[in-house]
């Protein structure tokens, strides 16, 4: 497959080959949603916390005679079934986190990047940086690409005047090469990956799945 190469300025410059083993999937719902499920469970932060009636602060004793009175027994004013009782079977804090296969987790992020790759979401860019570090040096970039949409850039390293530019638009979210994640690729409106990123991403996969084959 291949692509444009634009440049900063939005002009056409140059067509890049994309390689098929990471941009040239069939998309696959199932290992996406298992994902960015995966994703979403270990932000998790799993701090809700309910009591039981035995937390709850309040009185043991009996409120009222067991017989006589015309009402339900009751042992005390902590029971689930009263205002101000505890609760039964609510929740408590725990670890919400799991581990996805190795595998698994690749194959989500080579079918997103090949299902973005085979829209007009993604776009290629030559290799920038914004040396001052100002937001509205790269307003004036993303401008010629985007009209405000969600918009991923992957980078080809960490780009710390990039990233600071970029931390006060709320629609743009920075992800390099070798660290990508599924829910911000699957639901970005658009795509943006410099020049050499493409090529390092082509690199990275290659190099594990070689890895892996020894």
Do not use: W
Request: charged share 30%; net charge positive; glycine share 8%.
């Amino acid at each position: 497959m291949e692509k444009t190469v634009y440049s900063i300025d939005g002009k056409e410059l140059r067509t890049v080959t994309l390689d098929d083993s990471v941009f040239g999937l069939p998309v696959n719902d199932g290992v996406i949603y298992y994902a960015i499920t995966n994703e979403l469970a270990n932000k998790r932060v799993g701090t809700a916390c309910t009591k039981t009636r035995s937390e709850v602060h309040g009185s043991n004793a009996k409120p009222y005679k067991q017989k006589g009175t015309g009402n339900a027994r009751r042992g005390d004013k902590k029971s689930p079934l009263l205002v101000g009782g505890g609760t039964v079977f609510g929740p408590k804090p725990r670890d919400y986190s799991y581990k996805l296969p190795k595998k698994e987790k690749r194959l989500a992020l080579k079918t997103i990047l090949s299902m973005q790759a085979q829209s007009d979401r993604f776009t290629v860019i030559e290799d920038f940086t914004v040396e001052s570090g100002k937001t509205k040096d790269l307003v004036k970039i993303l401008n010629h690409f985007t009209q405000g949409e969600r918009t991923v850039i992957i980078l080809k390293d960490d780009d710390a005047l990039l990233k600071r530019a970029g931390r006060n638009i709320p629609t743009v979210s920075f992800l390099s090469y070798n660290r990508l994640r599924a829910h911000d690729l699957y639901y970005g409106r658009k795509i943006i990956a410099l020049e050499t990123a493409v090529k390092n991403l082509s690199d990275f996969y290659r190099a594990l799945e070689d890895k892996e084959a020894v």
